[in-house]
């Protein structure tokens, strides 16, 4: 059968598999050789050339994903994007990056690109208008994250890829909170996809790795880099990873159904100022997001409200797990001021909307109604 006509799960079961032509059995061997023969061979291969076996057929499953050519696995979603900007940027170039992203991306421009006198601007919003007002002669590079982290700012893919092709400037995005599931950034013009894999591609909160997809010629650019600093992963955790895949359009979906249930329940709830969301109609973007995703994912942001200690909400909390990172199977929550967003500066945070009463909800698969129940008793525990 076609691999375009391959359908979500089938994709995620199926390709990518290393075959096990030795002993016929039903999943891909281990390869864990570090060193391969180089005598009348096509491929010398080498782990930190991204080219063992495990890496080389996981990669493809992620390029089917994300309806690219090639893909690449590393060692962190940072090693991943930082691999990637720096394939395409150099001295004197200069980058466009969306204001609401991830902390750490934001701490790798801030604290790195000086040193290799690469300029940067953040936009002041997340709209096409910011980005275009933020163009400059050496720009090479727009990189956007949406829905973003950890307030659900959605983002116009395709105006973005617009805006790019008619400036003769590569794009990129940070497709970790939607998912290939639920967006597809590749079909929507943009050139280069990345992932924290430790997210939902990894998905039982037990994985640290990262991905690129894109097309042959850019995957090239990105390898020749990504050769030269060495993040790739190791292949036990390519294996681990490749098995975690298998589920991940199962996962998703239900956690993104989940979503939506806990979404509309928090909504209503009379102790939650407000909730971020993009599947939810009050959403800025709520058209615009239904345009672009296929799902609205399992992410969301809400603000308790100010007469509860947020902190202490946390604490209480049962079932819920207060811990960092996201995307598990499990529901987890977390404060972005005191982890993903800390070390920005008070000033910096307040200026893209992170509060102390924000906390962030990865929901995960457990049955909606433990999920409440759970909210609710921690609510009822701060009077
Ligand atoms: N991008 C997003 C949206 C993230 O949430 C994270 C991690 O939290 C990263 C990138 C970085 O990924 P990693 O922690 O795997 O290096």
């Known amino acids: 059968m076609s691999k375009k006509k391959q359908g979500l799960n089938t994709i995620c079961a ?38 063992t076996p495990n890496q080389e057929f996981l990669a493809k499953k992620i390029a089917a994903l994300e309806h690219t050519e090639a893909a690449m696995i590393f060692g962190s979603g940072m090693a991943a994007i930082s691999t990637m900007f720096l394939a395409f940027l150099k001295q004197g ?22 040193k290799y006198g690469i300029e940067y601007t953040f936009t002041n919003g997340y709209k096409v208008e910011d980005f275009e007002a933020a163009l400059q002669e050496n720009t090479k590079l727009i990189h956007i994250e949406t829905p973003s982290n950890p307030l659900l700012t959605v983002t116009d893919i395709k105006a973005i890829a617009k805006l790019g092709k008619s400036k003769g400037i590569f794009t990129s995005i940070d497709n970790t909170f939607a998912s290939p599931v639920n967006q597809k950034p590749m079909d929507l013009g943009i050139d280069m996809v990345m992932h924290s894999a430790t997210k939902y591609f990894g998905g039982h909160s037990d994985i640290c790795a990262g991905a690129v997809a894109s097309s042959e010629e850019h995957m090239l650019r990105i390898w020749n880099v990504g050769k030269n600093l060495g993040g790739s992963l190791s292949d036990m955790t390519v294996w ?71 902190l202490q909400f946390q604490k209480e909390l049962k ?22 967003h800390a070390l920005l500066t008070q000033e910096e945070r307040d200026s893209v909307g992170i509060s102390n009463q924000l906390i962030r909800f990865s929901v995960g698969i457990e049955e909606t109604k433990d999920l409440k129940r759970d909210i609710k008793q921690a609510i009822a525990a701060l009077k």
């Open 14 to 51: 199926h390709v990518g598999e290393v075959k096990d032509e030795q002993f016929k059995g039903a999943v891909s061997p281990m390869y864990l050789s570090s060193s391969y023969e180089f005598l009348d061979v096509e491929v010398k291969r080498y782990p930190r050339y991204f080219n």
């Open 93 to 114: 170039d200069h980058i466009v990056v969306q204001n609401t992203l991830y902390g750490g991306t934001v701490n790798f421009i801030k604290e790195e690109f000086p």
């Open 240 to 310: 681990m990873l490749e098995r975690s895949m298998k589920t991940l359009g199962l996962r998703v979906k239900a956690q993104t159904k989940n979503a939506m249930k806990m979404a509309k329940w928090l909504d209503k709830h009379p102790k939650v100022s407000k909730v971020y969301y993009p599947g939810l109609k009050s959403h800025p973007e709520y058209q615009l997001a239904k345009s672009q995703m296929s799902g609205f994912g399992a992410m969301m942001s809400f603000e308790l409200s100010s007469d509860l200690d947020a």
């Open 319 to 340: 079932l819920i797990k207060s811990s960092m990172s996201l995307a598990g199977v499990e529901s987890t929550m977390l404060s972005p001021y005191l982890t993903s």
